[in-house]
């Protein structure tokens, strides 16, 4: 994925005056206050950039018409340190098989769930609804014709792109462990006309 350059400014200004007329600063005063600016840029930027928050750009149609190629979002990568995800949250996250590379999909399944697939329609069973209960997926324009049952472990999530005929995701590579989670969609920045915060999200 691109890294998008953030670009951090910080302006400070300061007169001296020694028989009414500023004093030169020296070339060495100058250079010492470049390093201080980009010493301090970096402890400010490098953490969140690392630890917070990251850029990405979508590649690809696995999640149309959510997310369309070269949208511009905003991955959070806090809020799954001090909890976990959730059902219809959008995630970016390395794929089991490929661990360099960056996918985002919806999850649709949660941890000790087990998951049936019939044509495009999902069912969900768990310890709290042993019978099943359907999900509503307002945000599928392409059907799919599957025919599967998958069962997750713990801290093992099953997710799904939203253009299900052309989604590489749970139903061919199997379930995904949180640990390969980066974190979920924040912000969407472009387009313009569909800029959103928690691009995506859906509550079932």
């Known amino acids: 994925m691109e890294e998008t350059k953030k670009e951090l400014h910080e302006e400070h200004v300061h007169h001296e005056m020694h028989h009414g007329y500023p004093e030169k600063k020296k070339d060495g005063d100058t250079l010492w ?20 928050a990251q850029p990405f750009i979508v590649s690809g149609a696995s999640m149309v018409p959510t997310f369309k190629d070269k949208d511009y979002l905003i991955i959070d990568e806090l809020t799954y340190r001090v909890e976990d995800p959730k059902r219809g949250d959008v995630i970016v996250f390395h794929p089991p098989q490929d ?11 949660l941890p000790n769930e087990t998951i049936v697939i019939k044509g495009s329609s999902v069912t969900i069973k768990n310890e709290e609804h042993p019978l099943g209960f359907a999900l509503s997926e307002p945000y599928l324009q392409n059907k799919s014709n599957d025919d599967m049952t998958k069962k997750t472990g713990p801290n093992e999530y099953f ?41 995506g999200k859906a509550s079932y």
């Open 99 to 109: 661990t360099k590379v960056y996918y985002i999909k919806r999850i649709i399944g």
């Open 159 to 199: 997710v799904l792109g939203d253009n299900r005929p052309f989604s590489s995701d749970s139903r061919v590579w199997g379930v995904l462990p949180k640990d390969h989670i980066t974190g979920r969609a924040l912000l969407r920045l472009f387009p313009i006309q569909h800029i959103d915060v928690l691009p």
């Open 33 to 52: 206050d470049i390093v201080k600016f980009a010493l301090t840029a970096l402890i400010i930027v490098l953490p969140i950039r690392m630890f917070i």
